[in-house]
């Protein structure tokens, strides 16, 4: 009897996984390269799977659309039937990606047993969903012939994952608002039930400034009967900083509700103005050496002089201190002094506060050498 020699270790997990993105918030690694397929005719046809014309050597398996939310694996049986009159030996199944791996039913890997003339091979294939990114995903294993350098055969799987949870805006942009008053936003969040059950809990914020209330507009139309669509109006406290408004919106971490978790988020800008500026807005130290005082000045400008006078200064840090020096007209200088006691990264902040009770915040960070 003829022998076809196509050669098949069962399978071969490699350390890169990649899927289509249509979402901003994640991007995958770089795609392995693709193989061109095989010009001869492979005597493989495929069994109860989707075939293409113009890709005789392909078949397809489409799983729909699953949530990120999924734990189980996502699993698949390709049935490929062997149309020559000689067995056909296997010489590798390579999965394109370390999320997938195949399982040929013919043996193990250096020794599979040949598929008979008019037999079929089965191929288990398995993805696992924790790899994987929202948007559509084309995942290929690869079945090869020892004297080809092109799959005789590739498997597809494809569907669509999607996120958890998504917002409309991705980017909440509170604009420019006077210190003492408020400002809101609209925001839409869907929520896949399957991730956070039948009545999900609302999203919560990490800046603290933030008030997110469940609107009382009816919920727009969910995709699919596992969403759930909710409206929220996300309000800027009027006890809100001077200051670059900064901070996440996301859904809370399942087993500790108070705090953000993992996962798509939304970015919230924005800026608190008042009768208080700071240049820059920020106080970087950058590296230092424990033990030795640095020293930053950060320009104060006021709306008017008046608004410079009974400046109170507070710092975060019992490593920090801070003093109003050289107030002239409508601008003074903020003496900000560090003295690191210990090694590592510090970020803390430093709070001025006007005679009339707003306050402006400055982020300080820097990195502590020996």
């Not at 399978?11 to 993105?21: E, K, R, Y």
């Not at 189980?72 to 990606?97: G, S």
Request: neutral net charge; contains cysteine; glycine residues 8%.
């Amino acid at each position: 009897m003829k022998l076809y020699s196509i050669c098949i270790p069962a399978f071969v997990l490699l350390p890169i996984c990649t899927s289509q993105v249509a979402d901003s918030t994640s991007t995958p690694p770089p795609a392995m390269s693709t193989p061109a397929e095989a010009t001869e005719v492979s005597p493989f046809t495929a069994v109860g799977d989707t075939t293409k014309p113009d890709s005789p050597n392909s078949v397809y398996y489409d799983f729909g659309n699953l949530s990120l939310a999924r734990t189980e694996p996502i699993k698949h049986v390709f049935k490929l039937h062997n149309n020559t009159d000689a067995a056909v030996t296997i010489a590798r199944v390579q999965a394109a990606c370390g999320c997938t791996t195949a399982l040929p039913d013919n043996g193990v890997p250096g020794d599979y047993k040949p598929v008979d003339p008019g037999k079929d091979l089965t191929i288990n294939i398995s993805i696992d969903p924790g790899h994987l990114y929202a948007g559509a995903i084309d995942k290929m294993v690869w079945v090869y012939l020892p004297s080809q350098n092109a799959p005789a055969f590739t498997l597809h799987v494809t569907g669509t994952m999607t996120a958890a949870a998504s917002f409309v805006p991705a980017v909440l942009n509170l604009g420019t608002v006077q210190a003492g008053k408020s400002s809101t936003q609209k925001l839409t969040v869907t929520m896949d039930t399957s991730a956070y059950g039948a009545n999900p809990p609302d999203p919560i914020s990490t800046n603290t400034d933030l008030k997110i209330i469940r609107a009382a507009t009816a919920p727009s139309t969910a995709a699919s009967s596992n969403q759930v669509v909710r409206n929220y109006d996300v309000t800027l406290s009027p006890k809100a900083h001077i200051g670059p408004l900064q901070g996440t919106i996301a859904m809370p971490q399942p087993n500790n509700p108070g705090h953000p978790g993992v996962g798509p988020s939304v970015f919230v800008t924005g800026t608190v103005v008042g009768e208080l500026s700071a240049a820059p807005m920020s106080v970087a130290f950058g590296a230092v050496n424990v033990g030795k005082t640095f020293t930053q000045d950060i320009v104060l400008t006021g709306t008017t002089a008046k608004a410079l006078h009974g400046l109170k200064v507070k710092c975060g840090s019992k490593n920090l201190s801070g003093a109003v020096k050289s107030v002239k007209a409508q601008s003074a200088v903020l003496e900000v002094t560090f003295l690191p006691a210990a090694t590592g990264s510090m970020q803390s902040d430093v709070t001025v506060t006007t005679k009339s009770g707003q306050q402006l915040d400055l982020p300080v960070w820097a990195w502590v050498n020996q």
